[in-house]
């Protein structure tokens, strides 16, 4: 195995750890909590506010930095996002991600850590993700491969 491949792995394992125990120091992985936040309505719970706060903050700082830089840290080359187009798949998906969230008070971070503590409920919730997933790229393979019709649709 080469050496920066098992830096870049070493590197990849300490991120995913840092970031799951960041998840489960600050409560994501607990539904309640996370319900409770949703719930403006009833016992809103405010706290994690504060976490999404932190992780703006952090993410503000951190893509601050990385634009200024060529290569990553590891020497990869830099891949960030350029696109700024708020289109129809941006919203259904960002509404469909917040119905998840409040029915089941999971994201996918969270519930990936939850259900490698084995919490039952975040178990079938990655399930139902990982078809969900699989079920978004068979429609989008069948779409790509519809032909255009003269009248430029589907």
Do not use: Y
């Amino acid at each position: 195995m080469k050496k920066t491949l098992v830096k870049s792995r070493l590197s990849e394992f300490v991120v995913g750890l840092v970031f799951g125990l960041g998840l489960i120091v600050s409560g994501m992985t607990d539904p309640g909590k996370v319900l409770g936040f949703l719930d403006l309505a009833g016992l809103w719970d405010p706290s994690l506010a504060f976490v999404m706060g932190g992780a703006i903050a952090v993410g503000l700082f951190a893509f601050a930095l990385a634009k200024k830089r060529t290569t990553s840290f590891l020497g990869g080359a830099m891949q960030l996002p350029t696109s700024r187009d708020i289109d129809r798949r941006l919203v259904v998906g960002s509404l469909v991600f917040g119905v998840g969230w409040g029915l089941a008070g999971f994201c996918p971070g969270p519930a990936i850590v939850s259900a490698g503590a084995g919490q039952p409920k975040a178990i079938v919730f990655v399930l139902a993700m990982l078809v969900g997933m699989w079920l978004f790229e068979v429609a989008e393979g069948r779409l790509r491969s519809t032909p255009i019709n003269q009248a430029g649709t589907h």
